[in-house]
């Protein structure tokens, strides 16, 4: 089983719908939790860190879900420029290292 | 506002031939790691470093080693390259924020080994 598992998508929504995506986690110990953006060919880019009371930013809520293990991306009012791919992105307490999920990838069409 | 920079962006190799990939940071960061990314894989951890003169293995680091002779550079070299190794490889570094290891990205270097 991966550490991190995310479904692969594609997710293809319209403008101005709101899209969610999931993500599981299998190391009960892991205590810090990301979004990370990749667009095509780029780099990945820290868009939220993940919190237990769950944390918004603008058009985005992130949440945390510990009993289940997983975390959740809200996007709320899709934009063209959303269209990317989403890293689900998880470490444990002072660890040295994060775990990558493969990504969900969302595409919004006019 | 350099952040982290990989060099070169882009190299063709042939199997058996070395090469040297650079990634320099600005930021004063302990941590730095190179990443590889192939489709359907996502990020995979080669290897990383906590210091100065620290190293230590990912989870993919057969084929690859690495050195941390300055803080702001972590070099990743390959001896003798294989085609398996045609991948996108990615540089990172960062801090440790209270629990937060909050990682900032190179833009990435495209290999193709033939």
């Known amino acids: 089983r991966k550490e991190v598992e995310q479904d692969p998508g594609p997710f293809n929504v319209p403008e101005g719908a709101t899209v969610a995506f999931n993500c599981t986690y299998s190391?009960?110990?892991?205590?810090?939790f990301f979004w990370y953006r990749q667009d095509c060919r780029k780099e990945p880019k820290l868009l939220m860190s993940?919190?237990?009371s769950g944390n918004e930013d603008g058009r985005f809520t992130a949440q945390l879900n510990r009993a289940s293990q997983y975390i959740s991306l809200l996007i709320r009012d899709s934009k063209l420029s959303d269209s990317a791919t989403y890293l689900c992105?998880?470490?444990?307490?002072?660890?040295?290292?994060?775990?990558f999920g493969t990504g969900t990838r969302l595409q919004v069409f006019p | 506002n350099a952040g982290v920079t990989q060099t070169p962006k882009f190299r063709v190799l042939k199997t058996g031939q070395s090469m040297t990939l650079l990634c320099a940071q600005d930021?004063?960061?302990?941590?730095m790691y190179w990443y590889r990314q192939d489709p359907g894989m996502g990020l995979r951890l080669i290897h990383y470093?906590?210091?100065?003169?620290?190293?230590a293995k990912g989870e993919v680091p057969d084929g690859y080693n690495v050195s941390r002779l300055k803080k702001q550079n972590f070099l990743l070299g390959l001896e003798s390259a294989a085609p398996s190794q045609t991948s996108v490889y990615f540089c990172?570094?960062?801090?440790?924020?209270?629990?937060?290891?909050?990682?900032?990205f190179g833009a990435g270097t495209r290999l193709s080994v033939l």
């Open positions: 992105v998880v470490g444990t307490y002072n660890t040295d290292k994060l775990i």
């Open positions: 990172a570094s960062s801090y440790l924020a209270e629990r937060e290891n909050i990682q900032y």
């Open positions: 993940v919190y237990s």
């Open positions: 470093s906590v210091g100065e003169g620290t190293t």
């Open positions: 190391n009960s110990a892991s205590q810090s």
């Open positions: 930021m004063n960061h302990e941590y």
